[in-house]
T-cell receptor, first 111, second 111 residues
Framework: EAAVTQSPRSKVAVTGGKVTLSCHQT?????MYWYRQDTGHGLRLIHY???????EKGDIPDGYKASRPSQENFSLILELASLSQTAVYFC??????????FGPGTRLTVL | QQKVQQSPESLIVPEGGMASLNCTFS?????YFWWYRQHSGEGPKALM?????GDKKEGRFTAHLNKASLHVSLHIKDSQPSDSALYFC???????????FGKGTSLVVHP
């Protein structure tokens, strides 16, 4: 079965600190995505990638960077974490326009 | 930019009842439509897809698509308490690998 894992599962960070969220997939999918989920906003796309060493901006990229060093791994980087970035973050993988497979999520709290 | 709106925001149905969820989209070039379900504390999981106008039935779930009306819906027959979850509509346009999600409908099925 397709699998997407995320680490850490939860994190508390300080304002202004650097945060790295990691995602790993064993689906052999080309596409990977980072979303954030906030109550009342659904799922919003931050960054995505369709090939290793390349990333694309999603709908809300400000304040976030992404890195895709290999087909299996996709990271989301918050260089200067802010209170407004407190949310649950989901990684997903897919093959073109087909089904997206989501990870279990990372709950990030910025204090 | 694609806009996807879901209604209602929340829905309460009795066990054994019918739940109807609606989704409207703005891009007439949209081609791929997915429904995702998210139980509390988990990542979203694909429930079903529909790509052609008309109805698609999978067990107790029926999706309906009307591209001319920019509308897709999900109907859950004989609702069970285990169907209680957050339901998202996701829309993709051909050649565009960025899905747009609605804000979700929270469904509660009470025994």
């Amino acid at each position: 079965e397709a699998a997407v894992t995320q680490s850490p599962r939860s994190k508390v960070a300080v304002t202004g600190g650097k945060v790295t969220l990691s995602c790993h997939q064993t689906n052999n999918h080309d596409y990977m995505y980072w979303y954030r989920q906030d109550t009342g906003h659904g799922l919003r796309l931050i960054h995505y990638s369709y090939v290793a060493d390349s990333t694309e901006k999603g709908d809300i990229p400000d304040g976030y960077k992404a890195s895709r060093p290999s087909q299996e791994n996709f990271s989301l980087i918050l260089e200067l974490a802010s209170l407004s970035q407190t949310a649950v973050y989901f990684c997903a993988s897919s093959e073109s326009s087909y089904e997206q497979y989501f990870g279990p999520g990372t709950r990030l709290t910025v204090l | 930019q694609q806009k996807v709106q879901q209604s209602p925001e929340s829905l309460i149905v009795p066990e054994g009842g019918m739940a109807s969820l609606n989704c409207t989209f703005s891009d007439r070039n949209s081609q791929y439509f997915w429904w995702y379900r998210q139980h509390s504390g988990e990542g979203p999981k694909a429930l079903m897809s529909i790509f052609s106008n008309g109805d698609k039935k999978e067990g107790r779930f029926t999706a309906h698509l009307n591209k001319a009306s920019l509308h897709v819906s999900l109907h859950i027959k004989d609702s069970q308490p285990s169907d209680s979850a957050l339901y998202f509509c996701a829309v993709l346009s051909g050649g565009n690998y960025k899905p747009t999600f609605g804000k979700g409908t929270s469904l509660v099925v009470h025994p």
